[in-house]
Structure formats: C-alpha cells, structure tokens
C-alpha cells in the first residue's frame, strides 16, 4: 500500500503521483456521469491524501516533465524492460531522490539542446558546401 509504504525513494513518489493523476481521473469521470455524491474535493484536498501540498508544488510537480523521457518511465515504473541504474542516472546508489530527477532532466534538457545545435550546425554546414560546390560549377 502506497500510503504506508516506508520507502521514501523516487519510485515510491512516482507511485504516488501516479496515484494522484488515476484519482483525479476518477472523480472527473464520476462527476461527468453524475455519479459523484457529495461535496466536490478540491485538488489540493486530493493532493494532501498523498502528500503535502508544499511537497507536490516544490518536488512532485516534476514528473509532470518526465513523459518525454520513456526510459526514465520504464524505470520510475519498475518495468520489466527498465534499464539498469548506472544505465539511466550514470552512477549507482541505494535510493535516488527528487534531486537526482532534478539534475537528470536538466542533463537530459542539455543533451537535447546540444544534440539540436549540432543538427543545425552539420546542415549549415552541408548547405555552405554545396553553395561552394555549385558556384565552381558555374
């Protein structure tokens, strides 16, 4: 149970929010069929069943970025197919935490970044030589 758990690790977070996103999911399909009874819970009132709601706007707002990282899902998600710790973070340790996720979705941002210059760069330069190439054959 998610609630009681004691691990206090990432994957126990992402449980949990996880859990936040299926419980708002559920509440939204109830009021829409109007089979909801009772007083509509705020979201923060959802958000606290789980987590304070200092917590969730400092820390758990980041897996709202993490669903363009599939690996980083199979992983959060204890997938089968996750890759390895050392695989996905770059280096090993017993429990890995919202700072971790922090810097990895800056590295992972950075890479990206880099990755699109350099796209840009190599058709840049590609465009310059055939300019050159075409010019000598005029």
Known sequence: DILESTDRGLRAAYQ?????????????????DNSWVGQKPTNTEIIEIFVSKSMWHSHYSLFGKVSNHPLLIKWLDNDPDK????????????????????EYLKGQAGATEKASKKGKEKEKEKAQKEKKSSKKRT
Do not use: I, V
């Open 16 to 32: 949990k929010y996880c859990a936040f996103l299926h419980a708002e999911t559920t509440l939204r399909e109830k009021l829409d």
């Open 83 to 102: 890759p390895g710790d050392f695989e996905l973070w770059g280096f090993e340790k017993l429990s890995y935490n919202f700072a971790d996720l922090r």
